[in-house]
């Protein structure tokens, strides 16, 4: 026979305490509040008796699932897993829980994950799917849930968001080419509906400006950051621009694709054509030639979104905020002087 589930109000009669002391002793965001030597009675007897709490009746009482749902764009891209591993370091902490989902970047499909996640009674949402005009962000508003984008952000600038500082990062990338002597340089620009690519390009053209170059910027439409487009982008680029010496990715697997292209037509880098990519992400440092490449701090973002969220379920009054991190150029080996 079934041996009957514990529940709690059962563990604090064994443990001779009240019910609410038990509660809190299994909320790790409010364990703090109990002495410990009573903390490890508890959680001893509760291991003993095979106790969980039941989030579900918790959820109830309170009004509070300490879920989070986060969306992703697309799961394969190695640059969200860190921003995924910050997030749930920081809610953990808190007592709260990831709900993760990979959403792609169709917007009748976002829309149902966010439906999902809200009709499992999710507290707040992250959304790493964000774009600069995006009617996702609008459903969420309405339903009245707490709402932080990360990595990507909307131009209306209606929720929080943790960003990188996109001009920075390509003002270090062509101060970088133009000291190693580079003029003509090609920028792969992401995509126009993301704020990444947008900014990115901007930022592009102002770093040419500043240095004087910006009468004929070199510019090749790249409609996903994928090596796959990568590689057609600089297949174009080479053939619109063959005096280029230099090509700024929009960021690291277009930069991989750019390889891709340079080595089918027998050309060289950094001795034919110098590449910087974007993000740092994993193992760009192990590829031949390791990669130049602008770092962004994606574990640190994840942590920053997580405490914007937390921030907002506390204080419901918090405001907009836009947290901009700083990016540092990594400098290896795929850049180089301009050849004569």
């Given at each position: 026979?079934?041996?009957?589930?514990?529940?709690?109000?059962?563990?604090?009669?064994?443990?001779?305490?009240?019910?609410?002391?038990?509660?809190?002793?299994?909320?790790?965001?409010?364990?703090?509040?109990?002495?410990?030597?009573?903390?490890?009675?508890?959680?001893?007897?509760?291991?003993?008796?095979?106790?969980?709490?039941?989030?579900?009746?918790?959820?109830?009482?309170?009004?509070?699932?300490?879920?989070?749902?986060?969306?992703?764009?697309?799961?394969?891209?190695?640059?969200?897993?860190?921003?995924?591993?910050?997030?749930?370091?920081?809610?953990?902490?808190?007592?709260?829980?990831?709900?993760?989902?990979?959403?792609?970047?169709?917007?009748?499909?976002?829309?149902?994950?966010?439906?999902?996640?809200?009709?499992?009674?999710?507290?707040?949402?992250?959304?790493?799917?964000?774009?600069?005009?995006?009617?996702?962000?609008?459903?969420?508003?309405?339903?009245?849930?707490?709402?932080?984008?990360?990595?990507?952000?909307?131009?209306?600038?209606?929720?929080?968001?943790?960003?990188?500082?996109?001009?920075?990062?390509?003002r270090q990338s062509v101060d970088h080419?133009?000291?190693?002597?580079?003029?003509?340089?090609?920028?792969?620009?992401?995509?126009?509906?993301?704020?990444?690519?947008?900014?990115r390009r901007e930022g592009f053209l102002?770093?040419?400006?500043?240095?004087?170059?910006?009468?004929?910027?070199?510019?090749?439409?790249?409609?996903?950051?994928?090596?796959?487009?990568?590689?057609?982008?600089?297949?174009?680029?080479?053939?619109?621009?063959?005096?280029?010496?230099?090509?700024?990715?929009?960021?690291?697997?277009?930069?991989?694709?750019?390889?891709?292209?340079?080595?089918?037509?027998?050309?060289?880098?950094?001795?034919?054509?110098?590449?910087?990519?974007?993000?740092?992400?994993?193992?760009?440092?192990?590829?031949?030639?390791?990669?130049?490449?602008?770092?962004?701090?994606?574990?640190?973002?994840?942590?920053?979104?997580?405490?914007?969220?937390l921030r907002s379920l506390a204080d419901?009054?918090?405001?907009?905020?836009?947290?901009?991190?700083?990016?540092?150029?990594?400098?290896?080996?795929?850049?180089?002087?301009?050849?004569?």
């Amino acid at each position: 026979m079934q041996q009957k589930k514990m529940t709690l109000k059962g563990l604090a009669q064994i443990l001779g305490v009240h019910p609410s002391t038990v509660g809190r002793v299994m909320d790790p965001a409010t364990r703090h509040m109990v002495g410990d030597e009573v903390v490890q009675r508890v959680l001893k007897e509760a291991a003993r008796h095979g106790y969980r709490p039941n989030k579900l009746a918790a959820a109830m009482r309170t009004g509070q699932s300490k879920l989070v749902g986060v969306m992703l764009p697309d799961i394969t891209n190695p640059v969200f897993p860190p921003i995924v591993l910050g997030i749930e370091d920081e809610l953990r902490k808190h007592g709260y829980l990831v709900l993760m989902s990979n959403a792609g970047e169709d917007k009748d499909q976002q829309r149902f994950v966010v439906d999902q996640l809200l009709a499992r009674q999710v507290d707040a949402l992250i959304l790493a799917t964000a774009t600069r005009d995006d009617p996702v962000i609008t459903r969420c508003l309405e339903a009245g849930v707490a709402v932080v984008t990360v990595n990507r952000s909307e131009d209306g600038a209606r929720v929080s968001s943790v960003v990188n500082d996109e001009a920075q990062g390509m003002r270090q990338s062509v101060d970088h080419l133009v000291a190693l002597g580079h003029r003509r340089i090609v920028h792969l620009v992401g995509p126009q509906h993301l704020s990444t690519g947008h900014l990115r390009r901007e930022g592009f053209l102002q770093a040419l400006a500043a240095h004087g170059l910006a009468d004929a910027p070199c510019l090749v439409d790249c409609p996903s950051y994928t090596r796959e487009a990568g590689r057609a982008a600089c297949d174009e680029a080479l053939v619109r621009y063959p005096d280029a010496t230099a090509i700024l990715a929009g960021n690291d697997l277009v930069a991989l694709g750019c390889y891709d292209s340079l080595r089918a037509r027998g050309l060289r880098c950094p001795e034919d054509v110098s590449i910087i990519g974007h993000n740092d992400m994993p193992f760009v440092d192990a590829v031949h030639p390791a990669l130049t490449t602008v770092r962004i701090g994606h574990h640190d973002m994840g942590v920053q979104a997580a405490q914007l969220i937390l921030r907002s379920l506390a204080d419901g009054t918090a405001g907009v905020l836009e947290v901009r991190l700083k990016p540092a150029l990594v400098v290896r080996a795929s850049t180089g002087a301009c050849r004569a």
